[in-house]
């Protein structure tokens, strides 16, 4: 659907809607003007129609003998007063008593008059319940009425009946027919015309658009060089138009300025692609090269490591070796102590020696004294003589045992002095072999601290080329993806340069 026949509907529908919605205001506000002027002419009619009864019939209202009177004339079937009432109105006229019609002019379909005939529900709940006056639309003996119904009051001010004016709807609805027809005439008549005004407008309007339809065309099939036809008018459209003749003037010089760069841009992309290709090729080389030296600190690492085990091995048995110098100096040490003890104890025993020897001297001198005192004695010493010479031979036993023993202890005074000088030096030769250990212990210790730095070092330096290794696959890879990326950027940079050899520019 073109453009101007959417302007075009879009216009027609909203005067349509516009003059709908008047006539449905102006005829619901006739209407209610009419039938406001209705109610009050009825309550002019039903106060009319009061003071020609209260002239003609003095007196209060009342019912008695059951009927209603007005003073003393009895007001059923009292048609002549609702007759003339209704002929200088022109209403329908009803006296009620209570609900029920008494007197009236209204007729029934038959042509005879709605006596005893009943009010409707809410007529008999307003004016008879609330004593209140009822005026609106209401159902006369199956007929639609607008109407006035009023309550007729005793002397008490007791509601005994309903005094009722009214006119028939369809004089009202006669008078809104005719008055829509009217409007809607008038409706059509003003929407033919709009019609005819807005496509002559609207023709003109969408000249300029058809213009710019034709050389938007032409410029999606690449057509650049159109001009576009002056355009006089000020307003959106021919900015509209100004504005399309400068777009295409943009477009034609960025798409000679894309021409231009696609070419550079394909030249740049080869040059990339060469240059990724050098540089993948290189990575990889670096790459095998990083790899022989991750294998050769890998071996390294993996004999050092065996040399700190080692260490700790040969830490270990000098710790041991240390221990058992130790428990063998302090065995060394007892050793002297204990020998320390004999040697005083053989000065004990010599002492002895020495005592006992004294005593085996003094015995043997004894001896000699009592044998020669035998001897003197004659036959009476001979038995003390012989235990005389058993107590010096004794005693001369006893000193050749004690020299005996005192030469025994003597040379074991001597070697237990032999082996305390070697136990010295025993204890001395361990002390020395304690602080050689010990040395060595710090050597070693030194060595395994340096193993393990070693080891350390070795570790981060491994660290260090597998992160190298890391980035130099990563520049490898990325090397790659840029060589692809400037393959597929030479040829996006190919199909950009055909497709703007598609436009015309000059």
Not at 187 to 216: F, G, H
Not at 285 to 310: C, F
Not at 350 to 364: L, P, W
Request: proline letters at 1%; aromatic letters at 4%.
């Amino acid at each position: 659907m073109k453009f101007k026949y959417k302007i075009v509907a879009l216009f027609v529908t909203a005067i349509v809607f516009i003059n709908l919605g008047i006539g449905i205001y102006a005829v619901n506000s006739m209407q209610q003007k009419v039938l406001g002027a209705a109610q009050e002419k009825l309550l002019s009619d039903a106060a009319l129609g009061n003071a020609l009864i209260e002239q003609q019939f003095p007196g209060e209202w009342v019912v008695k003998e059951g009927a209603l009177f007005k003073g003393t004339i009895k007001m059923n079937d009292n048609f002549e007063i609702v007759d003339k009432i209704g002929e200088l109105t022109g209403d329908t006229v009803t006296i009620f008593q209570g609900s029920t019609r008494v007197s009236t002019n209204v007729k029934d379909e038959e042509g005879n008059r709605a006596i005893n005939t009943q009010a409707t529900d809410v007529v008999k709940a307003t004016v008879l319940n609330d004593g209140e006056t009822y005026i609106g639309k209401a159902n006369v003996v199956g007929v639609w009425n607008q109407t006035v119904y009023q309550p007729i009051r005793n002397a008490n001010n007791d509601v005994i009946g309903i005094w009722y004016v009214g006119i028939p709807n369809t004089i009202y609805d006669r008078l809104a027919a005719d008055f829509r027809n009217m409007l809607i005439l008038f409706s059509v008549v003003a929407i033919l015309l709009a019609s005819i005004v807005i496509w002559i407008v609207t023709d003109r309007m969408t000249k300029p658009l058809v213009m710019l339809e034709n050389v938007t065309n032409k410029v999606a099939q690449g057509d650049l060089t159109q001009k576009i036809e002056v355009v006089k008018s000020k307003d959106e459209i021919g900015t509209l138009a100004s504005a399309f003749e400068r777009m295409i003037g943009n477009m034609r010089s960025a798409l000679t300025r894309i021409a231009n760069s696609s070419e550079e841009v394909t030249m740049g992309a080869q040059n990339i692609s060469t240059a990724s290709t050098s540089l993948s090729i290189g990575g990889t080389e670096q790459a095998s090269s990083i790899e022989e030296l991750t294998a050769s600190i890998n071996e390294i690492y993996e004999q050092t490591r065996v040399n700190g085990e080692s260490v700790e091995a040969a830490i270990s048995l000098v710790g041991s070796a240390q221990i058992k110098v130790n428990s063998g100096d302090q065995e060394m040490q007892n050793m002297i102590l204990c020998m320390d003890d004999i040697n005083e104890s053989s000065r004990n025993i010599g002492k002895i020696i020495k005592v006992i020897d004294e005593i085996a001297f003094q015995t043997n001198v004894l001896a000699l004294n009592a044998s020669v005192e035998a001897a003197r004695a004659g036959e009476h010493g001979k038995g003390f003589a012989v235990v005389a010479g058993e107590v010096r031979s004794l005693s001369i036993r006893t000193t050749d045992a004690v020299k005996q023993t005192s030469s025994l202890i003597e040379a074991s005074g001597k070697n237990v002095k032999i082996g305390i000088e070697v136990a010295n030096r025993m204890s001395e030769a361990l002390e020395e072999i304690k602080s050689s250990m010990k040395a060595v212990e710090n050597r070693i210790e030194a060595v395994g601290q340096a193993s393990e730095m070693q080891t350390q070092s070795i570790h981060e330096i491994n660290s260090g080329i597998n992160i190298i290794a890391g980035v130099v696959h990563t520049n490898s890879a990325t090397s790659k993806q840029t060589a692809a990326a400037s393959e597929e950027l030479f040829n996006q940079a190919e199909i950009l340069k055909k497709q703007t050899s598609q436009f015309k520019l000059q």
